[in-house]
């Protein structure tokens, strides 16, 4: 840590702080100093640049940009800021691309969104946004969107006629003689879901792969500036469905930390209790997704069995099954009612009995073995390259866990283990997701044992303890909050004026996004039959791709 | 003669498969329907790998609208007769998702459906219920909604 | 002339098939969902007995979409011609006791050829459908059934060269205990190579669903769609039939013979198949290749030559 | 290798003897009933204080409030249950006690209704309140009014009365006449 700051007050700064335990704040004076100060750090150990975010100040005329960079190995995080001019023509600023592979597409995002412009980037074209957006940039404050809703049947008008241009211009550049051909995969391919791989190939062999995002792009960092602090939580908990209450803790804690509040220990067991089991239920889909990308839909149908009661437990709980909107600052929403554990521990029963079953049919089945035992191996360079996280990382043997490393919640007080698998192949990845998938329900264990053995000893109150008041209004604040999410870590960047009763600025950098840019890293010069069983191993969802 | 047709119009009613098409969040509880613990398969649904051989197309919650194209496009290519399910809120109004731009606040309206399902998302067995008044309105012969009106008629695709 | 009729729309005809089909679906939806934990369609007729008859009965009055850009006769006849195709080896198999429709010395290899051809239809199928996907199906099928074949082929003349014949009648008479035991490697061959034709996981690499949406299945709807349908499991009967008659012993039980014991064989390999459907993801396409040369032709041949050997050892001398 | 995949197959097989969940017909019935469902909302418009905070937390919209003619207390939710999200914030806002006035745990989860966007935009949850009460709130409000009226008046007549008496007049009596109970109050 005092060697990044060494590097960092080598540089013209307006402030260099420690922030949490791990992370060091600093805010350059000058943006001409960002690209030499981020070799330097690369050369130090900081490999890996987790996002890009800018924020709009409009009444200060400034953006300021904030990068996040991050060493999985020795777990120290720097936060840098930098000042831009807003102004279309002087906002620009030199791309961290070619240093950091993994600001390539945070980048774009940026750009697209609020028009930054990266010098030397390799490949500076908008994603995510659809057609009508293009040219505009939707995230800045001062952008009109109701005068852009006035339009919808031009703007509609706008996206048809880009989709059927590039329907009719997709192989234009292809050389007609030869057998290469453009495969759209997507958006109504039963493997892919609302995304779109543009695959370049000669017959069976995979050339490039160019993925289309933002099919379910719902502008959810713009949407949740538009409702208060407890609302948001809606549209939060909407990064994905798969896992919602691991994403509404990360934005909760950011709010905690601006309102300095504390919360409860009850509540932050339930914060762990709930979102074990929403992890449970994600992992469950994402080993029978695995599966059915191989054309074995067994494994899906037998887990769904089992996710089914660690729902209904949910739904005791919050009174819905995956929109439990369960999370609220300040605590959990609810209080806890101890029958409901009942439902947990035949949930956990359930799960004891059928997982020797799953193991014996399925995880040590030696087609799949054979099938993806060397397909799309990431080594754990790459993953500290390209910014990787969660199961991803870990099956690259890279030990990188958020609730180990920067304990949230009560998962400090748990003795948690980094599980990793070595090699990096799909298997692995497989492998990682339910080895993970048992490590969540032995924290379900403890932390269901752990609240059970403090009710009973009075210390904590089930039905009072769940929550603290957050004042409506928050003060002019700053504050990012790192979780642990299904799919790998979630980074949420919260910013509020003074007295402000919405968000000012909430940045998600969600996992997906860095995974989906490795597909065509990992698809070249493979066949088309690798591509369903990689895109299933990298656990990719389409919610919190396109956010 | 009657008899014949009659039995065909029942069968029409009793075999509804559906085009693999997800278009947002409502799509998971779907794959909840398909389990084992709801098994919409009990019913008679089944679905299908592409839209050629499907019956109902599901407007599985959010229509984003980068996805509208294709959802226009893939109704179209679904043969007749045809009928439309919108569940969840998004498909009314954009849902949750009401005050952002990027998602088509009428999917209805362009695309009519034969019947709505309300929540967000809607729990398996009322999505296995609506499925059941499309059963209903196909054996009392009501045409379907999409093929009356609509905006989708006047949009290209 | 009431006779032929009878046994060419009735008994082993069309009929007789079209029930076995409709019913090898249902079976198969309900043996699926068995394994799936499931239940399968169960409320329309006594454990929804009735619900592919009203699928596919649906499927016949479904508007047929042809797309724009094909050959309309190409993509229109192809799937008439691979149900007919699919329900002739009906016509060589030995049902019952003396109940065999063509009784041809060359039976076994009408219905080897029936059953090779069939790939070939579909391969055009997907030809003819102007898709990307169709058309990488089509390939894939060609390439599948091609390697797949030749072992089918040589494991299917395992009885032929044992028994001396290639009539059909005349296997299933001289079959016995003992020659199941002889025939059981070619059995097995047999039946991996019937996986790869009839494209089951986990060779299932052609409608692949996952990856080339649904092989040369994606263009056809409707009746078109139907009677591929129809052919795709006229050809699983054929070809659970001709295991049964080649190395089963048809109708030959344990103390009486009787079409039942026919009917018990087929829904063993029944089973047996979709078990494994349960239970084993798919491979790819050069694994399936190299599996098919590298494993299935060698050990297909030996079979033959083991096949040698024990009738020069035991039946030579009997 | 081959009798490992057979091994594998003939488990798979064991699932035969497992009894499906899918048990009950859930047309009819649902698969698991949580006391705390946030189905279709209820609306107790005799305990409802009015104070909008259902409205005013609603992150998506779907209520809006009933106006009712008489004066206090007179709006009353209703929900679109087309567009509610069904996340339960108006009922944990509600600050009726001991019921809250708004209630979804519990309620209905099957809430279908045709597609056309028409049969959608008039999808709700209607508070339906009767005539009667309406009358009945009217009359207290009025019965109320008057009776405030009366004692100002009877306040005003006193406190003059007062000062006539300390002024050493003549006291005299107040008249008051009630006012027509059903006139223009419905307006």
Not at chain 3, 259 to 280: D, E, N, P, V
Request: charged share 25%.
């Amino acid at each position: 840590m005092e060697n990044v700051r060494k590097i960092i007050e080598n540089f013209t700064c307006e402030y260099v702080e420690n922030y949490k335990k791990t992370w060091l704040k600093a805010k350059l004076s000058s943006k001409d100093d960002l690209l030499n100060l981020s070799e330097a750090i690369k050369k130090e150990g900081l490999r890996s640049l987790s996002t890009v975010s800018p924020t709009d100040f409009l009444e200060d005329n400034i953006m300021e940009m904030n990068y996040f960079f991050e060493d999985l190995d020795t777990k120290r995080n720097l936060w840098l800021k930098v000042d831009l001019p807003r102004d279309k023509e002087g906002c620009k600023i030199e791309s961290l691309t070619p240093l950091f592979a993994s600001a390539n597409w945070h980048e774009r995002e940026a750009f697209s969104m609020f028009g930054v412009q990266f010098l030397n980037h390799p490949d500076l074209r908008e994603i995510i946004k659809s057609e009508d957006f293009k040219g505009v940039y939707p995230f800045r404050k001062d952008f009109d969107w109701d005068a852009h809703e006035k339009n919808q049947t031009q703007n509609i008008q706008q996206i048809v006629d880009a989709f059927k241009k590039e329907q009719n211009e997709n192989e234009k550049d292809l050389d007609p003689d030869s057998s290469e051909t453009i495969l759209n995969w997507g958006p109504t391919h039963p493997a892919s879901g609302p995304i779109r791989l543009r695959v370049h190939c000669d017959g069976e062999e995979v050339i490039s792969i160019d993925p289309d995002i933002g099919y379910v792009w719902r502008a959810l960092e713009h949407l949740v500036t538009k409702k208060d602090f407890v609302g948001a939580i809606v549209a939060v908990e909407r990064l994905c469905f798969m896992d919602n209450i691991n994403s509404m803790v990360g934005y909760c804690m950011a709010v905690e930390e601006i309102a300095e509040v504390e919360i409860t220990p009850f509540a932050s067991w339930m914060r762990v209790l709930l979102g074990e089991v929403a992890r449970v239920s994600s992992h469950f889909m994402g080993l029978g997704g695995f599966f059915n990308n191989m054309g074995l839909h067994t494994l899906g149908m037998w887990n769904m069995d089992t996710r089914e009661f660690f729902l209904d437990f949910l739904e005791s709980y919050s009174g819905a099954r995956i929109a439990t909107a369960s999370i609220e600052p300040g605590g959990v929403r609810y209080g806890l009612d101890m029958s409901m554990f009942d439902e947990l521990q035949k949930a956990l029963d359930k799960f004891d009995n059928s997982v020797g079953e799953v193991e014996a049919v399925f995880v040590k089945n030696p087609t799949m073995k054979l099938r993806s035992d060397n397909v799309g191996i990431l080594t754990k360079e790459e993953v500290h390259e390209f910014g990787l996280s969660g199961i991803v990382a870990r099956a690259s043997g890279v030990k990188t866990d958020i609730r180990i490393d920067e304990p949230y919640a009560a998962y400090g007080e748990l003795d948690l283990e980094y599980i990793t698998q070595e090699k990096g192949s799909a298997k692995d990845r497989f492998m990682m997701l339910f080895l993970d998938l048992k490590q969540s329900v032995e924290i379900i264990k403890k932390a269901k044992a752990h609240i059970e053995k403090a009710v009973a000893d009075a210390k904590m109150n089930p039905t009072k303890d769940h929550m603290v008041k957050v004042p409506k209004k928050l003060p002019k604040g700053e504050a990012i909050s790192r979780v642990e999410w299904a799919r790998g870590e979630v980074l949420m960047h919260l910013v509020t004026e003074e007295k402000a009763k919405t968000p000012y600025r909430l940045k998600m950098r969600a996992p997906s996004f860095n995974h989906t840019m490795m597909l065509n890293h990992l698809l070249k010069g493979q066949t088309l039959a690798d591509i369903p069983l990689i895109f299933g191993s990298l656990y990719i969802c389409q919610g919190d791709l396109d956010r | 003669m009657l008899k014949i047709l009659d039995f065909f119009d029942y069968a029409k009613s009793e075999s509804l498969w559906m085009a693999h098409f997800c278009t947002g969040c409502c799509s998971l509880e779907m794959a909840a329907a398909m389990g084992p613990r709801y098994d919409w398969e009990r019913y008679g649904y089944l679905p299908t790998p592409t839209p050629r051989q499907a019956d109902v197309l599901m407007i599985t919650g959010l229509v984003s609208k980068k996805i509208l194209p294709a959802l226009l496009r893939t109704y179209a290519q679904m043969p007749e007769p045809k009928y439309v399910v919108a569940m969840g809120a998004c498909s009314f109004d954009g849902g949750p998702y009401n005050d952002s731009l990027s998602v088509i606040k009428n999917p209805t309206e362009i695309l009519p459906a034969d019947v709505f399902i309300a929540g967000c998302p809607p729990k398996p067995e009322a999505i296995i219920e609506g499925l059941e008044q499309v059963k209903q309105k196909i054996k009392n012969g009501e045409p379907s909604a999409a093929s009356q009106g609509g905006l989708w008629k006047e949009m290209e695709f | 002339m009431i006779d032929t009729l009878f046994s060419a729309f009735v008994f082993p005809g069309l009929l007789y098939v079209l029930v076995w089909t409709v019913g090898l679906f249902w079976f198969f939806r309900k043996f699926m969902a068995a394994l799936h934990k499931r239940v399968g369609p169960s409320f329309n007729g006594k454990a929804g007995s009735y619900q592919t008859l009203f699928d596919l009965s649906k499927l016949l009055t479904k508007e047929s979409i042809t797309p724009d850009g094909v050959n309309p006769y190409l993509f229109s006849i192809m799937p008439l011609l691979a149900v007919i195709i699919a329900m002739l080896p009906a016509a060589f198999i030995p049902w019952m006791d003396g109940l065999v429709v063509v009784d041809s010395d060359y039976g076994l290899l009408a219905l080897v050829i029936l059953i090779g051809i069939e790939p070939f239809l579909l391969f055009l199928t997907g030809f003819g459908s102007n898709n990307k996907y169709s058309f990488l199906g089509g390939v894939r099928i060609l390439t599948q059934s091609i390697s797949m074949e030749t072992a089918f082929f040589l494991s299917a003349l395992s009885p032929a060269l044992l028994f001396g014949t290639m009539n059909l009648t005349q296997i299933v008479e001289q079959s016995s205990w003992f020659s199941f035991l002889i025939l059981f490697p070619g059995l097995a061959m047999y039946f991996v190579a019937l996986l790869g034709l009839l494209e089951q996981p986990p060779f299932n690499i052609p409608d692949a669903e996952q990856e080339i949406v649904y092989g040369f299945y994606t263009e056809y709807s409707g009746t078109n769609y139907f009677l591929l349908k129809l052919a795709e499991f006229a050809e699983f009967m054929a070809v659970f039939a001709g295991a049964t008659a080649l190395f089963l012993g048809a109708y030959k039980g344990i103390f009486f013979d009787s079409y039942f014991f026919f009917f018990m064989k087929m829904l063993g390999i029944a089973m047996l198949m979709m078990t494994i459907r349960a239970a084993t993801p798919r491979i790819t396409l050069a694994q399936m290749l190299s599996f098919s040369w590298k494993y299935m032709v060698p050990l297909a041949l030996l079979n033959l030559a083991w096949v040698l050997f024990a009738k020069s050892l035991w039946f030579m001398g009997a | 290798m081959i009798l490992q995949i057979l091994n594998r197959t003939l488990r798979v097989a064991k699932a035969l003897m497992t009894p499906s969940p899918a048990n009950k017909d859930v047309r009819y019935e649902a698969m698991h009933n949580p006391s705390r469902y946030r189905g279709e909302h209820r609306v107790d418009y005799e305990t409802c204080i009015g104070c909008d905070s259902c409205n005013k937390i609603c992150p998506t919209h779907a209520i809006t409030m009933k106006k009712f003619p008489f004066k206090k207390q007179n709006i009353v939710p209703e929900v679109s249950l087309s567009v509610c999200i069904f996340c339960g914030l108006c009922e944990d806002v509600c600050p009726t006690k001991p019921e809250k006035s708004i209630i979804l745990s519990g309620g209905r989860y099957d809430m279908l209704s045709g597609g056309w966007h028409e049969d959608q935009n008039d999808f709700w949850v209607h508070t339906d309140v009767p005539q009667s009460y309406i009358d009945s709130r009217l009359e207290d409000e009025e019965a109320t009014r008057v009776k405030k009226e009366l004692a100002t008046k009877k306040k005003v007549a006193e406190a003059e009365a007062k000062k006539k008496a300390e002024a050493g007049e003549e006291i005299k009596k107040v008249e008051t006449t009630l006012p027509d109970f059903n006139k223009g109050v419905l307006e």
